[in-house]
């Protein structure tokens, strides 16, 4: 059975770090290219990060860049996104998808793959 697990949430306070797993079963990460999204409470999903499927370039949207970072572990099967200097209003569930594809692209619709997301809770 295909299936991404995220895991890694939980309740963390203003200007700590946490990091995010996902682990993928029935299917190897690096055939796909894999991301990172959030999605807030009355918010859409939205892109943080992305590793290509061939030469593992990582694409961030500008405004995270600088903290948010992502990586792929091979030998596991799985990927991570460590968040630095988190804020209230990261406070989100986050998910992580896999593309059926090189390249990374930013819209939800096209990733094949999603985990169930793992919740992670801000606290000022």
């Known amino acids: 059975e295909v299936q991404l697990q995220a895991s890694g949430g939980g309740l963390v306070q203003a200007g700590g770090s946490q990091t995010l797993s996902c682990a993928a079963f029935g299917f190897t990460l690096d055939d796909y290219a894999i991301g990172w999204f959030r999605q807030a409470p009355g918010k859409e999903r939205e892109f943080l990060s992305c590793?290509?499927?061939?030469?593992?370039?990582?694409y961030y949207p500008d405004s995270e860049q600088a903290r948010f970072t992502t990586s792929r572990d091979s030998a596991k099967n799985t990927f991570y996104l460590h968040m630095n200097s988190l804020r209230p209003e990261d406070t989100a569930v986050y998910y992580c998808a896999a593309l059926a594809g090189v390249w990374c692209r930013a819209a939800v619709h096209e990733y094949d793959y999603w985990g169930l997301g793992t919740q992670v809770t801000v606290s000022s």
């Open positions: 590793i290509t499927r061939n030469d593992g370039i990582i």
